[in-house]
Nanobody, 115 residues
Framework: QVQLEESGGGLVQAGGSLRLSCAAS????????MDWYRQGPEKQRELVARIGSSGSKFYVDSVKGRFTISRDIAKNTMYLQMNSLKPEDTAVYYCYVQAGSNAYWGQGTQVTVSS
């Protein structure tokens, strides 16, 4: 069983930055996929960024050039550096990891960007 603990959310003004962390515990194995999702008010949950086991990265168009996903394998931790934040980035951010047929979600961390 894997537990995911997110941290780093908060309230920031437009143009500011936040760094989210997602620490995995419970099992030590390599994840096939590590994702950040977000769900804004009255919106569907969407994939924001992904880092694969090879280190390949994907970003949704709306965050390209502003967000950076990374991981520290030794610490079993994933990060999302968010710069130049916009009010439309306001959402609950969730980390998601997949290993084989097993998938796990974090509890979410609120990010609020004021204009």
């Amino acid at each position: 069983q894997v537990q995911l603990e997110e941290s780093g959310g908060g309230l920031v003004q437009a143009g500011g930055s936040l760094r989210l962390s997602c620490a995995a515990s419970g099992s030590r194995f390599t994840f096939d996929v590590m994702d950040w999702y977000r769900q804004g008010p009255e919106k569907q949950r969407e994939l924001v960024a992904r880092i694969g086991s090879s280190g390949s990265k994907f970003y949704v168009d709306s965050v390209k050039g502003r967000f950076t996903i990374s991981r520290d394998i030794a610490k079993n931790t994933m990060y999302l550096q968010m710069n130049s934040l916009k009010p439309e980035d306001t959402a609950v951010y969730y980390c998601y990891v997949q290993a084989g047929s097993n998938a796990y979600w974090g509890q979410g961390t609120q990010v609020t960007v004021s204009s």
